[in-house]
Structure formats: C-alpha cells, structure tokens
C-alpha cells in the first residue's frame, strides 16, 4: 500500500477546506461602516458643556457631582439653558436644614457678559471696585404716621449721590419734577401698614425706573426741614470709596474709634483703598483708641486679601503671627499648584500697633460674606460684640473666583470654604448677635451718635459718651420705618479670589 501519496492527498483536503472557510468567512463579514464625522456643538452647547466642566472642576461639592466629563453633551443636553445647567448642578449638592429643605449650594451663579442671555436674565458682568448708577438706595419711612415717603438709607462712597451732597436720613420729596411720591399708611404701636398695596408697587416701580435711568433731578428734605434740589449724571464705572464714614469718639481715657465699610474693595500695591485703610488706621493709633465698632450693616462682602488686610489692622499687636485662617478645596484644587497657591494659610502679620479690648460690629442680615469672614476671624482672639438690626447676618462662609466661558459668560462656582483659626466656619445660616433686633434708624445719618445701633454700642464702650439721653430721645419722635419697604437693596457683592 503505497501510504505516502494519501497523506498528500489528505493535506491537499486540508488546505482546500480551510481556504474555503477562510473565503465563507470574509464573504459573510460586512465592511466596516466608516466613522461619522463629529457633530459640531453649538456656541449655547459649549457654553452648557462648559458650566458643568468648570462645575466639576471647582466645585466644593464636586463628590456629589456624576462624572461626564468624557463628554458632558450626556448630562447638559438635558437642559435647554446655562442657567438650567447650573440649577441642576447646585441641585445635586447635599441638603441643608437651615435652607428649609434646601441645598447647601445656593451660591454658584453667572452673569451674561455684555448682555449674552443664559437663559433667564440677561445682566451685566459682576462689577468689583467700579460700580453704575447713583448710588442711591432707598426704603420707605413716615414722620407723622400717616404718609410714607422714600428716605435714603444708604449713599455708596465715591458715586454722583454722594459727590452730590445727598446722605442718609434724607426724604426724596420729588424725581424729575414729580411730586407724586407718597402713599397712605396706617400706624399702630405694633408698626405700619400701607394702605394700598397697588400705590406702593406703582410708585416703587416709578422711582425704580428713574435710579436706573438718566440724567435724574432729586429733591430731598433734610431732617432739618430744609429742602434742596440736586441734578445728577449717571455714571458708568464710578470708583467706589468703601470708607463711607470714620471718625472717633472722644472719652476721657476710652476713646473709641468707628468705621463704616460698605464692600471690601480691591487692597494691593498701596492702592487708593490701602492707603485710605491705613490712615483711617494711623488716625486710630494717633487716638489711641481703647474700641472700635465697625458698620458693616450694609455691607455684602467683596475681596477675602481686602478683609484679610482689614483683619490685621483690627488685630494689630494682640494677633500679630497667629493663624488668621484655613481654607477648605477639592481634591482637583488641591493637586493643581497653580490654583491651590492661592489657598494656603493666612496668618496675621501685625499691620498695626492697636490693641483693643473690645470689638464691636454692627450688622444686618445682609451682612454678608468676607464682612462676616472679617468677624469670625477676628472671634478667637478678640472680645467681640455683634449688634443686629435682625436676628443674624446672612450666613455665607464659602466663596468663588471667576471662569470666563467662551467670552460670552462670567462664571462663579462655589469654590472654596473659610475656617478661623478654631476651625469654625458652620454659619450657614448667619451669626448668631449678642444683642438682636435693635433698630436701624435711618432718620439719622451715618455716625451720628443718635442712631441707634451706633448708640447701643457706645453705651456699652464708653458710657461717659452719655448717648442713653440720644437714645430715649429717638425713641419718643414718630419716625419709623416700613417693614419690607426697601425699595433698592445693595446686592451681595461675595468673597472673591482674585486668580
């Protein structure tokens, strides 16, 4: 049997069948389909993929965020605006309790630059050191009980209204010739009520409208009963004075110094805003000053190095090396150097030879941000009061720096937390005063020892000051102001990092 030949033979078989395979196989395969070519994103989409990028990024709550950053179009595409973006962002953050049921991110926010509209408002961009208008804002107050008229409660330093003359206490008794600004109240001793809810809002929409117009012709009747006109330009990018008023209160042995600090402006390189700081500071020392209150009432916040820089002129040689504060990052923060430098911790560096025994701060619940960053700092170390026209201030221990998205919008993710030096920062829901409710009495002006938060605390710093008498006096005037009667309310201005 000659074998050879058939193992050939089967070889030959062999090769045949798989060949025939290898041919079914690739006939059976169809071609690959070619890759689709890549949808271009629209500017509103990359806006939104953008927010949530920088969302995830900086956020302090970037744990509680899902992770699409591969392609973010999966979570933003569900939502038809920036602003819905950032809703459902925040509303993924953890609950707060004090927020009835909220969550703790009530912060974050954008603005549209130059008009660009993200969805719900079209603003203008955040505006530090610089600010538009008059600076004027306004509340409705009554002198006989049973008329309500606009009073200036508030004049921004630096702007046309206080370069015009105009202050606080002042009632606006005409706009552009109009003389229809009063409405009916009715007053009992548990307070006032309008008359007509409708007459309010007509005429709060009115003046509204002309405080963010121009040119704007404004008579008021000063508390002395006499009555004056001024003309004002709106202005765009007014340089604000933060300083709106500083003085000392001489007392045999206690003198006590008082600062009135609308925002914490910018404070580098001897600026303007330094250089005032620190001779209102010089001026303190020159006055040996044993008090100081600080009226930060309407102020909403600003720059944490400008509150920071304000904290060691306060501490002065009392603080001098102590830790000042601690910040608290994310994990992304914290490994990238370029960003995290700006969150190391601060220390007092002794800016001033003060040394206080008390410290007094007057406050609002809109008292916000690096102004409350300024008290909690300074807790630790100093004997502090806070005196509240309400029953706390705002409650905002966290800040931002800007992300610019796509040049169209101004982006401010909650970013960072402020400890003090005890590690206290859990203030959501304000600080607590030590004396609460007294009155914000807006009939007298800045400084004036017959206001009465200012009375209260130089009644308890130096009685020799003998502002009890002022005090009873105001009380017994029918001057009062309209709960929920502001009509402008200064806007939270944050605590800033300036990258």
């Not at 049997?1 to 045949?16: D, E």
Request: charged share 25%; hydrophobic share 35%; with cysteine.
């Amino acid at each position: 049997m000659n074998v050879a030949p058939l193992k050939q033979t089967g070889r030959l078989a062999i090769l045949a069948l798989t060949g025939l395979l290898v041919f079914s196989c690739k006939k059976d395969t169809p071609k690959p389909e070619p890759e689709p070519e890549p949808v271009e994103r629209t500017e509103a989409q990359l806006i939104k993929d953008d927010i949530y990028k920088y969302y995830k990024l900086y956020s302090l709550w970037d744990k509680s965020i899902p992770d699409y950053t591969s392609d973010p179009s999966k979570f933003t595409d569900q939502y038809n605006s920036a602003d819905a973006v950032l809703a459902a962002l925040k509303a993924l953050t953890p609950a707060h309790a004090a927020y009835s049921g909220g969550v703790f991110d009530r912060f974050s926010y954008m603005e549209g630059i130059d008009g660009y509209n993200t969805g719900t408002t079209a603003s203008g961009r955040l505006k530090m050191d610089t600010n538009d208008g008059y600076g004027i804002y306004v509340q409705l107050g009554t002198e006989d009980g049973k008329t309500a008229q606009p009073i200036i409660y508030f004049v921004e330093g630096g702007s046309p209204a206080q370069k015009a003359g105009l202050k606080r206490s002042d009632f606006i008794t005409a706009v552009n010739g109009d003389s229809d600004y009063s409405i009916a109240i009715t007053c009992t001793n548990s307070g006032c009520t309008i008359n007509d809810a409708s007459a309010r809002d007509k005429m709060m929409n009115k003046l509204n409208a002309a405080l963010d117009a121009g040119p704007l012709k404004l008579q008021v009747k000063h508390q002395d009963g006499t009555t004056v006109t001024k003309d004002l330009t709106y202005e765009k990018d007014y340089t604000i004075n933060p300083i709106y008023k500083d003085t000392v209160y001489e007392s045999a042995g206690n003198n006590v110094g008082y600062l009135a600090l609308s925002s914490f402006e910018e404070i580098e390189n001897n600026n303007v805003n330094q250089q005032n700081i620190d001779a209102v500071f010089s001026k303190f020392q020159d006055k040996q000053i044993k008090s100081l209150i600080i009226d930060l009432r309407y102020n909403g916040g600003g720059y944490v190095d400008a509150s920071a820089y304000i904290a060691d002129k306060i501490g002065g040689i009392t603080t001098k090396g102590k830790l000042m504060l601690t910040y608290e990052v994310n994990d992304y923060i914290k490994a990238t150097p370029s960003i995290n430098k700006m969150f190391q911790d601060t220390k007092f560096e002794g800016k001033s030879n003060l040394n206080l025994t008390k410290v007094y701060f007057l406050v609002s619940e809109g008292t916000a941000s690096a102004a409350e960053m300024l008290i909690n700092v300074l807790k630790p170390y100093l004997q502090v009061q806070l005196i509240a026209s309400g029953t706390r201030t705002y409650g905002k221990p966290v800040g931002f720096f800007e992300q610019e998205v796509q040049n169209k919008v101004s982006f401010w993710p909650v970013s960072f937390l402020l400890k003090n030096s005890a590690g206290f920062s859990d203030y959501w829901d304000g600080l607590v005063p030590d004396k609460r409710n007294i009155e914000d009495y807006v009939f007298a002006d800045v400084g004036d020892k017959k206001e009465t938060m200012l009375a209260t605390a130089l009644n308890d710093a130096a009685p020799s000051i003998t502002t009890k008498a002022s005090i009873n006096a105001v009380s017994r005037k029918g001057y009062r102001t309209l709960k929920g009667g502001q009509i402008n309310i200064r806007p939270d201005r944050g605590m800033i990092k300036k990258r």
